[in-house]
């Protein structure tokens, strides 16, 4: 395929409308029903990250190095990621990303501006900048004290954010979508926290994306990666120590990552813990629809609880999912 006629043909992948108003793959789309994404040159990629400059690198993503850019064009400020084609990763997963973020459009889902494919081995992503970077930094990474810990309230909203996306394309794309690579290094934030995927994996099993998310949702809430050797032999495995816990109600304020100090509605944290637990049940088919998640979280979002005093026992009706 040559990359610079990167037409992406939608063919049966556009995206479903609750109206009749046509969807945004449509809207998108040429008379032909491709969706073309613009190709850089690599020289354009040269002049707006100055010669790829160390100043200009911002961090190291998914497939390589990352770059702060501006386009000489327009002006904007871009994310410019260089891709190994010859890394772990391959050829095809950069056409996967390419393509997937061609057409699927989610305020959830990051914006892929072009790409840049030359003779050789250049290959590179060029997608909206979004200045707080991954979720991971500000997460996991204790180096910086100046950086306060994400609070309550914007944990849900990142978890918000994320379920959304996955219902949407889940359940609004046909055919169906799996994202696969969910954690909290490919989950950007913009300057008001509001997350964006990014990096499409290539899985053929939408509930694999549902234990994810619990998995994910358990990093959220415990402020702890999903595996730690850092940590003592019982505690590294994050799934295994959470569900141990999951079974003795008196002990789920364990669970809560102790920079959030006890500021968090008792009822929605155990909430929270409830939807996790249902999204990591071993067997597949009883875990929830990412439908189902969204409108859950979506409950804990807009509880008025502002208790910040944990309580000891939860309400029956939680504890009935998490045991």
């Not at 010859?86 to 959830?108: A, K």
């Not at 060029?126 to 944990?155: A, C, M, N």
């Not at 379920?163 to 359940?171: N, P, Q, Y």
């Not at 899985?203 to 990666?225: M, P, Q």
Request: proline share 5%; charged share 25%.
């Amino acid at each position: 395929m040559e990359m610079r006629d990167f037409g992406l043909k939608v063919g049966v992948l556009v995206l479903s409308s609750d109206n009749n108003e046509p969807n945004t793959a449509e809207r998108a789309s040429n008379d032909s029903g491709s969706l073309i994404t613009k190709c850089f040159t690599f020289q354009e990629l040269y002049d707006a990250t100055q010669n790829f400059s160390p100043d200009c690198q911002v961090d190291i993503g998914s497939f390589g190095n990352v770059y702060r850019g501006k386009l000489g064009e327009t002006g904007e400020i871009v994310a410019i990621e260089h891709f190994d084609r010859n890394g772990p990763r391959g050829n095809r997963e950069f056409l996967v990303q390419v393509m997937m973020l061609s057409i699927l459009h989610h305020p959830n889902l990051i914006n892929l501006i072009g790409y840049c494919a030359e003779d050789g081995n250049e290959r590179f992503l060029v997608h909206e900048y979004l200045s707080l970077g991954s979720l991971d930094k500000h997460l996991h990474d204790r180096s910086s004290q100046e950086k306060p810990p994400i609070d309550w309230y914007t944990r849900i909203k990142i978890a918000l954010g994320t379920a959304s996306a996955l219902e949407f394309i889940h359940h609004k794309a046909i055919p169906s979508v799996i994202y696969r690579n969910l954690k909290p290094s490919n989950i950007l934030l913009d300057s008001d926290f509001n997350a964006k995927l990014y990096d499409f994996g290539l899985s053929l099993d939408l509930l694999a994306d549902v234990y994810s998310f619990g998995v994910f949702l358990l990093e959220l809430i415990t402020g702890r990666r999903a595996v730690d050797m850092t940590r003592p032999p019982k505690e590294q495995n994050l799934v295994f120590w959470a569900l141990r816990i999951l079974k003795k109600p008196k002990k789920f304020p364990e669970l809560a990552d102790p920079l959030l100090q006890g500021k968090f509605p008792s009822q929605g944290f155990i909430k929270a813990l409830a939807v996790a637990a249902m999204c990591l049940q071993e067997q597949q088919t009883a875990r929830p629809m990412m439908s189902d998640v969204v409108a859950a979280i979506m409950s804990i979002s807009s509880d008025d609880n502002l208790d910040d005093n944990m309580i000891s026992l939860p309400h029956e009706a939680y504890v009935e999912h998490l045991t």
